[in-house]
């Protein structure tokens, strides 16, 4: 494997690997005056160390995963605001069925586009209302699911109806925590030059799908809202590229964190049974990271042992 990831993935392997082998140095030799239990406590402080940086890692990691897979953005509001208007203007094509009726979009309509370099994949959703029409309802369902597996949400409102309260997306919400642009549609009806309102929370603009207006400001909203989430492609700053890696990496530091829980318990004592399984926590670790490198090798904690403890020489 190259590249950054790589890289990092190597230098995780290779201080695990050390660490691994000056444990099982203790249990093999820890009678030996040579190996002493003070490396113990450098153990722990290694493996604590590794797993806080995978951690790290793994929380800024999803940015790889949305850049190859493209961001899921979800457009969603009540009915007849513009929604569908909305997908045609960002995509420049009739793709949705756009009427005055209230309740004209019914199943998801994707397309897949790209705003400010970024690969996106926007969704077209139902207008969320209470649905008395079983197949409008089957829509508003399929709406909601679709925004509860959304990276972005473009909420749409239309502007000439929106009420001082705070905005909700009736019938359905996004995930806590995922980024929200809030779009006033249909400026155009507003006569006089509006402006938009300042409200605390997700960035508002103010957009007409009929003349265009607003167009402009609302695509370096979203570059911007892109740009947060994916991260500048070009910073060169190592990011997971598959969902595989990051569930390997996931793996790796959940074996090191049951690893850090028996020091938690206060158990220093070095019994050799419970740090062989403390051992084969490491090894667990070592091999998830194997999976992404594509390296696990026994010699290499035989090599290390040797050469810093010089047992056997
Ligand atoms: N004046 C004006 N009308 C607009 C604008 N955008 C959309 N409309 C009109 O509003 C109506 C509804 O537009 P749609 O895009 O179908 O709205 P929607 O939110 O997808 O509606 P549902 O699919 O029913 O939930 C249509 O008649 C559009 O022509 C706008 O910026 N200005
Ligand atoms: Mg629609």
């Given at each position: 494997?190259?590249?950054?990831?790589?890289?990092?993935?190597?230098?995780?392997?290779?201080d695990?690997?050390?660490?691994?082998?000056h444990?099982?140095?203790?249990?093999d030799?820890?009678e030996d005056?040579?190996?002493?239990?003070?490396?113990?406590?450098?153990?722990?402080?290694?493996?604590?160390?590794?797993?806080?940086?995978?951690r790290?890692h793994?929380r800024?990691?999803?940015?790889?995963?949305l850049?190859?897979?493209?961001?899921?953005?979800?457009?969603?509001?009540?009915?007849?605001?513009?929604?569908?208007?909305?997908?045609?203007l960002?995509?420049?094509?009739?793709a949705?069925?756009?009427?005055?009726?209230?309740?004209?979009?019914?199943?998801v309509?994707?397309v897949?586009?790209?705003?400010?370099?970024y690969?996106?994949?926007?969704?077209?959703t139902?207008?969320?209302?209470?649905?008395?029409d079983?197949?409008?309802?089957e829509?508003v369902?399929?709406a909601?699911?679709?925004?509860?597996q959304?990276?972005?949400?473009l909420?749409?409102?239309?502007?000439?109806?929106v009420s001082?309260t705070?905005?909700?997306?009736?019938?359905g919400?996004?995930?806590?925590?995922?980024?929200?642009?809030l779009?006033?549609?249909k400026?155009?009806?507003?006569?006089g030059?509006?402006?938009?309102?300042?409200?605390q929370?997700p960035p508002?603009?103010?957009?007409?799908?009929?003349t265009?207006?607003?167009?402009?400001?609302?695509?370096?909203?979203?570059?911007?809202?892109?740009?947060?989430?994916c991260?500048?492609?070009?910073?060169?700053?190592?990011?997971?590229?598959q969902?595989?890696?990051s569930?390997?990496?996931?793996?790796?530091?959940?074996?090191?964190?049951?690893?850090g829980h028996?020091?938690?318990?206060g158990?220093?004592?070095?019994?050799?049974?419970?740090?062989a399984?403390a051992?084969e926590?490491l090894?667990?670790?070592?091999?998830e990271?194997?999976?992404i490198?594509?390296q696990v090798?026994?010699?290499?904690?035989?090599?290390?042992?040797?050469?810093?403890?010089?047992?056997?020489?």
């Amino acid at each position: 494997m190259e590249g950054d990831l790589g890289r990092l993935c190597q230098r995780w392997s290779h201080d695990l690997t050390q660490a691994l082998a000056h444990l099982e140095a203790f249990i093999d030799f820890g009678e030996d005056e040579e190996v002493e239990e003070e490396i113990l406590g450098q153990v722990a402080v290694t493996v604590r160390a590794l797993e806080r940086d995978i951690r790290a890692h793994l929380r800024d990691g999803r940015r790889g995963e949305l850049l190859r897979g493209g961001v899921r953005a979800v457009i969603a509001g009540p009915p007849n605001v513009g929604k569908s208007s909305l997908l045609n203007l960002l995509c420049r094509r009739p793709a949705a069925i756009v009427s005055p009726v209230a309740g004209t979009t019914r199943d998801v309509l994707e397309v897949a586009l790209d705003i400010g370099g970024y690969p996106l994949v926007l969704s077209d959703t139902a207008g969320l209302r209470h649905a008395t029409d079983p197949v409008e309802r089957e829509g508003v369902t399929r709406a909601r699911a679709r925004l509860s597996q959304a990276d972005l949400v473009l909420a749409v409102l239309d502007v000439t109806s929106v009420s001082p309260t705070p905005v909700a997306l009736e019938g359905g919400s996004p995930p806590p925590g995922v980024p929200c642009v809030l779009v006033l549609n249909k400026a155009d009806l507003l006569g006089g030059s509006p402006s938009v309102p300042c409200a605390q929370g997700p960035p508002v603009t103010l957009l007409s799908c009929r003349t265009g207006q607003g167009l402009p400001e609302l695509l370096e909203v979203l570059t911007q809202q892109l740009a947060q989430l994916c991260g500048d492609p070009l910073s060169g700053s190592p990011s997971l590229t598959q969902g595989r890696h990051s569930r390997h990496l996931g793996a790796c530091a959940a074996a090191l964190a049951r690893f850090g829980h028996r020091g938690d318990s206060g158990d220093t004592s070095g019994d050799i049974g419970d740090l062989a399984v403390a051992a084969e926590q490491l090894r667990v670790a070592r091999r998830e990271l194997g999976r992404i490198t594509g390296q696990v090798g026994a010699e290499e904690v035989l090599d290390i042992i040797f050469r810093d403890f010089c047992v056997g020489k």
